[in-house]
């Protein structure tokens, strides 16, 4: 297995594995800050107590997405040198900002957050959770920033050497890069997934309390209807912005959407595929079941606009950028997207239902519930991972979007081997792994323990 590859690989798992945790981190910082905000301007004590324990539990998952985050940034000068050297004028900016700026604020907040409950009036500190969400979702918007001129590569120029080779990207303007159209449909989007997530989050627990019938049911009923109104506002979000967002990858990146539907030839009009089993060898499906029309319609606003298969474009792309296989996974990039969009509309139709069923005053949780619910924490975690394999899969064989190939991105052997890569890949693997299961043995811990999560903190 050779060295890129095994870069990849590296790279994959260690991304899913610190995703885990942002979405949670992203969602349940604004629903704190509203909590807290209903708790200043209420006086209800119920609101303290919710924002106490959600924030035990916030805090539980924000250490351990900083410990696998830090990690993420110096691969790009380990394995992938020559990314590094090709756009590291360009991809550095944002990154810097990323850390200097919004991390830095929100871990700095995030402390005297933590210690301040007895030093700063209640409107200070709940201002202080506010500072805590929108430097949490700030450092998510610098890091989008740079993963959308890896997607659609703009304010910037081609420096090349005295032979006319092309040597590295340079910025040329900054406004560009930071207003990308890309970024702007990008970071939504994996707010409001935030927002889904948190939401879930809090359902899911609070469900398993007022099961089990734990002390202090008010607070557990009352997280159940907020938690059910933050996850159906962020799920009612996330569909029509996904839809915005696939419309203009159409305009950028059609291979990706192209592959997304397993549409391997151009049609006019295009039929929405439902189920199709992709036959990379020849360049077909061998099943192929279509709803008429209806991709057309989603991807152009058209019901009659024909949408670019994959053959075609591989021979369009081949003509722009040379010999060259531009045909991502299909397989994978089909599936991916098609549990997202399912898991969406699950969710969907549970938060419906829990919005409406939690308004009753007295809550009768059945057996089915409970487990569903319980499950459901982690569909948002299933929709934003596939959603992330699907829109950085369907990339490829990019790393740069029409600048930089993948194959020509990573370090070379004579820098890093593939025995080193392989030795990496399996200890970070492994490490994180650990972390993932410690993870999950805290939150399991402090939600089992509820609100009385509080009174252990302080003995």
Same mark, same amino acid.
């Given at each position: 297995? %050779?060295?890129?590859?095994?870069? $990849?690989?590296?790279?994959?798992?260690?991304?899913?594995?610190?995703?885990?945790?942002? @979405?949670?981190?992203?969602?349940?910082?604004?629903?704190?800050?509203?909590?807290?905000?209903?708790?200043?301007?209420?006086?209800?004590?119920?609101?303290?107590?919710?924002?106490?324990?959600?924030? *035990?539990?916030?805090?539980?998952?924000?250490?351990?997405?900083?410990?696998?985050?830090?990690?993420?940034? !110096?691969?790009?000068?380990?394995?992938?040198?020559?990314?590094? $050297? /090709?756009?590291?004028?360009?991809?550095?900016? &944002?990154?810097?900002?990323? =850390?200097?700026?919004?991390?830095?604020?929100?871990?700095?907040?995030?402390?005297?957050?933590? /210690?301040?409950?007895?030093?700063?009036?209640?409107?200070?500190?709940?201002?202080?959770?506010?500072?805590?969400?929108?430097?949490?979702?700030?450092?998510?918007?610098?890091?989008?920033?740079?993963?959308?001129?890896?997607?659609?590569?703009?304010?910037?120029?081609?420096?090349?050497?005295?032979?006319?080779?092309?040597? *590295?990207?340079?910025?040329?303007?900054?406004?560009?890069?930071?207003?990308? &159209?890309?970024?702007?449909?990008? /970071?939504?989007?994996?707010?409001?997934?935030?927002?889904?997530?948190? %939401?879930?989050?809090?359902?899911?627990?609070?469900?398993?309390?007022?099961?089990?019938?734990?002390?202090?049911?008010?607070?557990?009923?009352?997280?159940?209807?907020?938690?059910?109104?933050?996850?159906?506002?962020?799920?009612?979000?996330?569909? #029509?912005?996904?839809?915005?967002?696939?419309?203009?990858?159409?305009?950028?990146? #059609?291979?990706?959407?192209?592959?997304?539907?397993?549409?391997?030839?151009?049609?006019? #009009?295009?039929?929405?595929?439902?189920?199709?089993?992709?036959?990379?060898?020849?360049?077909?499906?061998?099943?192929?079941?279509?709803?008429?029309?209806?991709?057309?319609? +989603?991807? !152009?606003?058209?019901?009659?606009? &024909?949408?670019?298969?994959?053959?075609?474009?591989?021979?369009?792309?081949?003509?722009?950028?040379?010999?060259?296989?531009?045909?991502?996974?299909?397989?994978?990039?089909?599936?991916? !997207?098609?549990?997202?969009?399912?898991?969406?509309? +699950?969710?969907?139709?549970?938060?419906?239902?829990?919005?409406? $069923?939690?308004?009753?005053?007295?809550?009768?949780?059945?057996?089915?519930?409970?487990?569903?619910?319980?499950?459901?924490?982690?569909? @948002?975690?299933?929709?934003?991972?596939?959603?992330?394999?699907?829109?950085?899969?369907? $990339?490829?064989?990019?790393?740069?979007?029409?600048?930089?190939?993948?194959?020509?991105?990573?370090?070379?052997?004579?820098?890093?081997?593939?025995?080193?890569?392989?030795?990496?890949?399996?200890?970070?693997?492994?490490?994180?792994?650990?972390?993932?299961?410690?993870?999950?043995?805290?939150?399991?811990?402090?939600?089992?323990? %509820?609100?009385? =999560?509080?009174?252990?903190?302080?003995?």
């Amino acid at each position: 297995m %050779g060295a890129l590859l095994l870069a $990849r690989w590296q790279y994959a798992i260690l991304t899913v594995y610190h995703f885990f945790f942002v @979405p949670l981190t992203l969602g349940l910082s604004i629903l704190l800050a509203i909590m807290e905000t209903k708790y200043v301007t209420s006086g209800d004590e119920t609101y303290k107590k919710m924002v106490k324990f959600w924030g *035990k539990l916030f805090l539980i998952n924000f250490a351990m997405g900083v410990v696998t985050g830090i990690v993420q940034e !110096f691969q790009f000068g380990l394995n992938w040198s020559e990314y590094s $050297r /090709f756009v590291g004028d360009i991809f550095g900016a &944002p990154l810097a900002i990323e =850390a200097l700026l919004a991390f830095f604020l929100e871990s700095t907040f995030l402390g005297v957050w933590i /210690f301040g409950w007895d030093k700063l009036s209640k409107k200070a500190h709940a201002t202080v959770m506010w500072l805590v969400a929108i430097g949490s979702n700030l450092s998510a918007l610098w890091i989008l920033i740079a993963n959308s001129f890896m997607q659609e590569p703009r304010g910037f120029e081609l420096i090349r050497d005295a032979a006319g080779n092309v040597i *590295k990207a340079q910025m040329t303007d900054f406004g560009a890069l930071v207003f990308n &159209p890309h970024a702007w449909l990008q /970071f939504p989007h994996v707010v409001t997934s935030g927002i889904t997530t948190a %939401g879930f989050f809090v359902m899911g627990i609070s469900i398993y309390h007022l099961f089990k019938k734990s002390k202090e049911q008010q607070v557990y009923h009352t997280s159940l209807k907020w938690g059910a109104v933050y996850g159906l506002i962020g799920i009612l979000l996330v569909i #029509p912005i996904g839809h915005v967002q696939m419309q203009h990858m159409e305009k950028i990146q #059609p291979m990706k959407v192209a592959a997304a539907e397993s549409l391997w030839d151009t049609e006019g #009009p295009a039929g929405l595929s439902l189920f199709a089993i992709p036959d990379y060898d020849q360049k077909k499906n061998s099943i192929d079941i279509r709803v008429p029309y209806l991709l057309s319609f +989603l991807a !152009f606003d058209s019901f009659t606009h &024909p949408v670019p298969g994959i053959n075609q474009l591989q021979k369009e792309y081949e003509a722009k950028y040379g010999p060259g296989d531009y045909v991502p996974a299909v397989a994978l990039t089909y599936w991916t !997207f098609r549990i997202m969009v399912g898991v969406g509309f +699950l969710m969907l139709i549970m938060a419906i239902v829990m919005v409406i $069923r939690s308004r009753k005053e007295s809550l009768t949780i059945s057996p089915f519930t409970y487990k569903l619910f319980l499950w459901g924490i982690f569909f @948002p975690v299933i929709g934003t991972s596939t959603g992330w394999i699907m829109t950085e899969v369907g $990339r490829q064989p990019w790393v740069v979007y029409g600048l930089l190939k993948t194959a020509n991105a990573v370090s070379p052997t004579a820098a890093v081997s593939a025995g080193e890569v392989a030795f990496s890949l399996i200890v970070f693997a492994l490490l994180y792994g650990a972390l993932m299961v410690a993870d999950i043995f805290l939150l399991k811990k402090y939600a089992r323990l %509820g609100v009385q =999560a509080i009174e252990v903190e302080n003995e």
